[in-house]
């Protein structure tokens, strides 16, 4: 009876052991094999299963059930989740309550001109940089990019916002899908978005409050902060990249048409040289205005 219950034990205390490995890539490659990393759940089952292996005459004096080991993997699962949500929550929070000073921040960036290299205009699209100098290889730039449209600042920013992913893709291709995960209100959102692997590189993913207002003026603004959320963990498919950035749209002197302003970070993480990321980083934007 004694080893029947150890057997027991054993065979739940490997299951949980299984399900609380998480996998760490080890290369930014799509199909690669990454080692396992056990976390402090998986410890203590295992030290459950041997005191429950050694302490035979305690397990009978005192009657533990079988189903001990099966309870505390449970109780630490529901923990880690409630301690999840609860540094989601505080996390969010606290961005919720910077949101006014971040838009103010970032419309004065958009529309300033100091520390903005020029790097090119064409097709009617003008494109800055600007890096510190102390960081010019290790870290991604800031690109500022802008572009007159002959429609409304209002629908320009619909478009922009669109949740069709088929017609987003029509001006960013790169763009795999998405979803909305939580509503603050009608105008302020965290979502979830996913792009294509790259050759043979991961796919990446990004987690983004996304706040949108409409000024009296015309000026529509829309505000991307990186963020993080419990119902959009990290997964061992994607590498999750950090993606920052302002959408201004002003109308133009002529009263029909609107001028587009776009200033925006991203580090797609993972190997890829911060020189690389850059050099794309300056050249994407003619693309994507020049499609939108």
Avoid at 201 to 207: A, E, I, Q, T
Wanted: charged content about 20%.
């Amino acid at each position: 009876c004694a080893s029947a219950r150890c057997a027991a034990v054993h065979g739940a205390c490997t299951r949980a052991r299984s399900y609380f490995c998480i996998r760490a890539p080890a290369r930014d490659l799509c199909g690669s094999r990454a080692p396992y990393f056990r976390i402090g759940a998986a410890a203590a089952l295992l030290r459950l299963h041997d005191a429950a292996s050694t302490g035979d005459e305690m397990a009978q004096k005192t009657g533990t059930p079988v189903l001990l080991c099966v309870g505390v993997a449970a109780l630490a699962a529901v923990l880690a989740s409630l301690l999840n949500a609860e540094a989601s929550v505080q996390y969010n929070a606290a961005e919720g309550t910077s949101t006014a000073r971040t838009m103010a921040d970032a419309l004065a960036d958009a529309r300033s001109t100091a520390n903005w290299d020029p790097v090119l205009n064409a097709k009617g699209v003008r494109v800055w940089k600007r890096v510190e100098h102390a960081e010019r290889t290790s870290a991604p730039m800031a690109i500022k990019s802008q572009v007159y449209a002959a429609v409304p600042p209002r629908f320009f920013t619909d478009l922009l916002l669109t949740r069709d992913y088929d017609t987003a893709r029509l001006f960013n291709p790169t763009l795999d899908g998405g979803s909305d995960i939580e509503w603050f209100s009608k105008h302020e959102r965290i979502s979830h978005v996913r792009t294509k692997p790259v050759l043979i590189l991961k796919p990446r993913d990004f987690v983004v409050r996304v706040r949108r207002e409409s000024r009296s003026d015309g000026t529509e603004l829309v505000l991307n902060t990186n963020t993080v959320h419990r119902l959009a963990p990290v997964a061992q498919s994607h590498v999750r990249g950090v993606l920052n950035g302002l959408h201004l749209v002003e109308p133009h002197k002529d009263g029909t048409g609107c001028v587009y302003t776009m200033v925006s970070q991203m580090d797609p993480r993972g190997s890829i040289p911060m020189v690389i990321v850059n050099w794309f980083a300056m050249r994407r934007p003619l693309q994507y205005m020049v499609a939108l």
